[in-house]
């Protein structure tokens, strides 16, 4: 993910923070971490992240006023999925 205007909407839309790793390897470097929190070398994820703080080459922090829009979007759809609405859309 190389695109900040992308990387900043995921961290909006989830409401987390999204750390990017300058790494040729970042899906091994994550893999790792995960497995290293798999095994218990790491009590959490953030514990692991925090045990390679150069590996991170951009951190985007979520807005909380676009957080709360994308909130409100994400509940409008979970309702039209609660009414099934997505099956119409689908097949039209």
Request: charged letters at 20%.
């Given at each position: ?6 990387a900043q ?6 409401g987390r923070?999204l750390?990017?790793?300058d790494?040729?390897?970042a ?18 994820l ?16 979520p ?18 999925d609660?009414?099934?609405?997505h ?6």
């Amino acid at each position: 993910m190389r695109d900040p205007t992308f990387a900043q909407a995921v961290a909006d839309a989830s409401g987390r923070t999204l750390d990017l790793l300058d790494a040729a390897a970042a899906s091994a470097v994550g893999a790792a971490l995960l497995g290293g929190v798999a095994a218990g070398v790491y009590e959490e994820l953030d514990d692991a992240v925090a045990a390679a703080p150069a590996l991170v080459a951009a951190r985007y922090t979520p807005r909380p006023e676009r957080f709360a829009a994308w909130t409100v979007l994400c509940d409008r759809f979970h309702c039209l999925d609660a009414a099934g609405l997505h099956e119409i859309v689908a097949r039209a």
